[in-house]
């Protein structure tokens, strides 16, 4: 894979002198027309051999477009925080808004290859990593994303030579850093796995350029040409490429029903059980929180749910048996313009807690399968292969030590209207009801069907959906603390067994 790379590819300085001035003008053309734009965000994962030219090749970069539009991030040795995360967690919060270009080192590639280089992992692990760079730049590329990946190449030969030139030259030998000689003596295992990784990451979407690195003319022309070249095709597609549907048909269910018709919205609780049975799951969450266990594990809790089925009430349950320390509740209202410049998942991403800390999220990524799907606030094609994206995202947590519970609550139809006109009747919730819920309930039967597509489609072991009977809310409530409590010590139980 790497042959074309070791040949000695050169160009003399009058030819890289005559195609420069062409090419800058070109590449900063289509560098603002993009920003413009605003349709695509930039993504440049540098990888490869050291010396090869990486930090020279970004450094002209910059120079050549406008700097003001590009942020080079660095990924080195994960911080505290980023290792109280999910791994993917450091990559998300550092994604470029769409119109601007983000050049990012020590990539998710840089982590998973040095990791295997150095047997912190095995061969298993790696392909675990592979896929799941695969997945992410696959989501990415179909939220509107141009990704380019450079590897830098030397052969071992060169390398060599590089360094001993470098450290035989008293003014240069500062160039020479600990990486490069860590690199030398792991070069053959180093390009065994990049090969592996190359040949199993290269996609249409997100193809691999390996760019030979000793004649720094020819690197820097061909790196510029192939980003003018992925650019100027970018911008000649106005909308993003919709990738074939990988998700397979919709349930159709002759008779109408889905799940929410089997639930029995008529359970409910006495006051004087409902007092008791919130006190006793209250104390028990407040000490599964608590916990030494909870060291090794963060809670997201989810809630949807029809309007007005009473997600603010049980949420402030859940709240009035914890520390304001321990917890953050996020309510997720429509995109801000911020938000729309990023794929969708990346509002979410950014607010997932660190191990030992509770999320509650009032509403959440399924936004996307349920009101942006109703409400054809985004594509068929959109909401459909968010099911699979949602469940790789929430594989993510789950593999990192974050428990998942999912609520819906349901209630019918009359329910709903009966606290609808309460809420226009009383002042003080009066500003709870809105013209968009008074809308909404026309679309019952839609939202009905979405609900049911979702729960079918993203109820998984690992983050099953709670299905809460929300007539009475009562009920409603100490269900979703039995629930929360249920899964965290299912969490810990799995623990001892590890």
């Known amino acids: 894979m790497f042959e074309s790379a070791e040949i000695g590819h050169a160009i003399d300085d009058d030819t890289y002198e005559a195609a420069l001035p062409e090419l800058r003008e070109a590449l900063l053309e289509a560098q603002i027309d993009l920003h413009e734009q605003a349709g695509r965000q930039i993504i440049v994962l540098i990888n490869g ?26 990924f080195d040795q994960q911080t505290d925080e980023e290792l109280a995360h999910p791994p993917a967690w450091r990559y998300w919060r550092q994604l470029p ?12 590639y840089s982590q998973m290859l040095q990791g295997r280089v150095h047997g912190q992992y095995k061969d298993a692990v790696l ?36 360094l001993k030139t470098l450290q035989d030259d008293p003014l240069h030998s500062w160039r020479i850093s600990p990486l490069d000689w860590q690199q030398s003596k792991t070069y053959d295992k180093f390009v065994r796995f990049g090969e592996r990784v190359l040949r199993r990451t290269s996609r249409d979407y997100a193809p691999w350029h390996v ?38 048909p919709l349930a159709i269910h002759n008779d109408e029903r889905t799940l929410l018709d089997s639930l029995d919205l008529s359970l409910h609780l006495s006051k004087e059980d409902y007092q008791h049975e919130l006190i006793a799951e209250q104390a028990r969450l407040s000490g599964n929180l608590r916990d030494k266990r909870m060291k090794s594990h963060a809670l997201v809790a989810v809630f949807e749910g029809n309007d007005a089925a009473g ?37 979410f991403w950014r607010q997932i807690p660190a191990r030992g800390k509770f999320t509650i999220f009032d509403r959440s990524w ?41 609520f819906w609550l349901a209630i019918d139809e009359q329910t709903q209207l009966e606290r609808f006109q309460e809420r226009e009747k009383i002042p003080f919730k009066r500003y709870k009801i809105t013209e968009d819920d008074w809308r909404n309930r026309k679309k019952w039967p839609d939202y009905r069907q979405a609900v049911g597509d979702m729960v ?16 009475d809310k009562r009920w409603a409530r100490v269900k979703v603390l039995r629930t929360i409590n249920e899964a965290l010590e299912k969490a810990f139980a799995r623990d001892k067994k590890k």
């Open 49 to 74: 051999i050291e010396g090869a030219g990486k930090g020279e090749t970004v450094k002209l970069l910059s120079e050549w477009m406008d700097p003001r539009l590009i942020e080079v991030r660095t």
């Open 97 to 108: 808004a769409k119109g601007r270009m983000g050049i990012f080192f020590g990539n998710w």
């Open 127 to 162: 392909d675990q990593a592979i896929s799941g760079a695969e997945r992410l730049e696959k989501m990415l590329c179909d939220e509107g994303a141009l990704i380019f990946k450079f590897w830098f190449h030397l052969s071992k030969k060169q390398m060599k030579l590089r």
């Open 211 to 248: 760019i030979e690195g000793v004649d720094a003319n020819y690197r820097s022309l061909t790196v510029g040409r192939l980003l003018l070249e992925g650019m100027q095709a970018a911008l000649n597609k106005v909308e993003p490429e919709s990738s074939a549907l990988t998700v397979g």
């Open 311 to 347: 997600k603010g009430g049980a949420i402030r349950r859940v709240a009035a048996a914890l520390d304001p320390r321990q917890y953050a509740i996020v309510p997720i209202a429509a995109p801000t313009q911020d938000e729309r410049a990023q794929p969708y998942l990346w509002r």
């Open 366 to 406: 399924y936004g996307r399968v349920l009101v942006e799907r109703v409400e054809g606030f985004c594509s068929e094609s959109d909401w459909k292969r968010a099911y699979a994206e949602i469940n790789d995202f929430e594989e993510q947590l789950t593999e990192a030590g974050v428990v998942v519970v999912k």
């Open 456 to 471: 079918d489609r993203t109820s998984t072991e690992i983050a099953p959906w709670t299905l809460i009977e929300a007539n």
